[in-house]
């Protein structure tokens, strides 16, 4: 519309000065007379009339070229051409810094085109050159083929999850076809909890006759991973993921049944291969800004792991009461001793800039029969079927795109775990626990190879560690 605008402005001072160059022309050809001098006189007022208007429109004409250079100087040059198809259409001009664009459709780049050094001055003037339409023909001529046919092609919908910063283990989007991730991690945790028992009985409220027991245990966790994914088809992958694990744990305590007012330290540690995990990823749907993408997915946990059931207690003959040694592990395990299943599904929904996503997990933990614990002198304490209780967690959060490189999430984790039974009874002591962590993410890309992702979680309950951070670099082949 701004170059037809252009266009029809000079035309029509082209125009106005050939009409006023030939009145005056034909005026000075008479006599003079006094008609003819009257007339000629109100022939000089037209001009100088007609000239204020024309400059009137030059000046018009100059505010609005100034208007498109300083869009052009916002938009660039090659985002209109994108939106025109990738090509730069007849008319539109030069980029941002170079010499005014042309107004004549078409001719832009013509030797004879207006405004060119080279073009007759009947051109420059607005005159049509023989055997061409006129401008005012050309124009609607545009317009229509413009109507009839697009220009360019439209972009194509976007079908695969926006990239962001992961907080969580299930990443939003997946490895492309016949791609290949391998991801080198390491997790640092850190947890602190604090038992009082009170053994005896008492007499009147707040007057305890006995013995107090007072723990404090402080456990951390060093966890390598190695895992790979690959991409079987551009909406499936697969994934597993092989830990190694080394904990250590400190608790200090005075034992009880001995009335001492010294503080003992006793320390375990443990180290090996943890539970193996494999995930198959799938996203069920394309989505928007008003509908979010859904991935759905389905990871199994093995027990590969030392168990809890294989580390040896401090127990003399036997740990049920707890009448000889302290009942605390020697070792500690790297695994959980049951295998697990645990369906989900995450979603994230654009919303430029940022993305909102989440998480929906349950996790099944399958019980085991004829358990027995191990004790100091080698002997089996027999515990019958043990059933863990199974998880139910969920997680929120938002991922904002700093620049082409950079991105940050922050979001919160939730997880609800269920009370342990043994042999079909809930055990004495195990309640329904509840651990909400806030986690804060950001990734940085180097190249479309190498990623670097790196996430930290603040346990904002007393049963949830409270500090994990996680390192992970995936490389992509």
Known sequence: MKNTSLHGFRHAAGCSTLVLLSGLTQAQSLPDEGPTAARLDALKKELAAQAAALESMKRAMAEQEATIRELRSVVGAEALARKRGGQRPPGTGPAPGESAPAVAAGTSDAPNAPNSPDAPQNAQQGAPEPGSAPPQMVEPAVAQAGEQEPVGKPPQAETRPPEIAPITDQPGVLTAKGKVVIEPGFQYGYSSSNRVA??????????????????????????????????????????????????????????????????????????????????????????????????????????????????????????????????????????????????????????????????????????????????????????????????????????????????????????????????????????????????????????PRYTLNVSVGAGLTRDTPDLQVNVRLPITF
């Not at 909406?235 to 080394?246: G, L, N, S």
């Not at 809890?308 to 740990?319: G, H, I, L, S």
């Not at 191990?374 to 959060?397: H, W, Y």
Request: proline share 5%.
């Open 198 to 447: 009170l053994v005896g009985f008492t007499v009147i409220p707040a007057v305890l006759i006995g013995l107090i027991d007072v723990r404090e245990v402080k456990t951390t966790s060093y966890v390598g991973t190695f895992t790979m994914r690959y991409g079987l088809t551009d909406r499936m992958e697969i994934e597993a993921k092989v830990p190694y694990v080394h904990t250590s744990g400190s608790t200090i305590s005075r034992e009880v049944f001995t009335g001492t007012a010294t503080d003992n330290v006793f320390n375990s540690s443990g180290s090996g291969l943890g539970d193996v995990e494999a995930t198959l990823r799938y996203q069920l749907n394309n989505g928007n800004e008003r509908m979010p993408f859904f991935i759905g997915w389905l990871r199994y946990k093995s027990n590969t792991g030392k168990d809890p059931f294989e580390v040896v207690t401090d127990c003399v003959t036997r740990c049920v009461g707890n009448t000889t040694g302290t009942g605390l592990p020697l070792g500690l395990p790297t695994g959980t001793g049951f295998q697990a299943i645990q369906p989900g599904v995450t979603w994230l929904l654009p919303s430029d800039p940022a993305v909102f996503f989440g998480t929906f997990s349950y996790l099944h933990n399958f019980a085991r029969d004829n358990v027995s614990r191990t004790v100091l002198n080698g002997e089996k304490e027999n515990l019958g079927k043990i059933a863990p209780g199974d998880i139910f967690g969920f997680s929120l959060g938002i991922g904002l795109s700093l620049n082409e490189h950079a991105s940050f999430s922050i979001g919160y984790d939730q997880s609800i775990i269920w009370p342990i039974k043994q042999n079909g009874q809930t055990v004495p002591g195990s309640v329904r626990v509840t651990q909400g962590t806030l986690l804060v993410g950001y990734s940085y890309r180097f190249s």
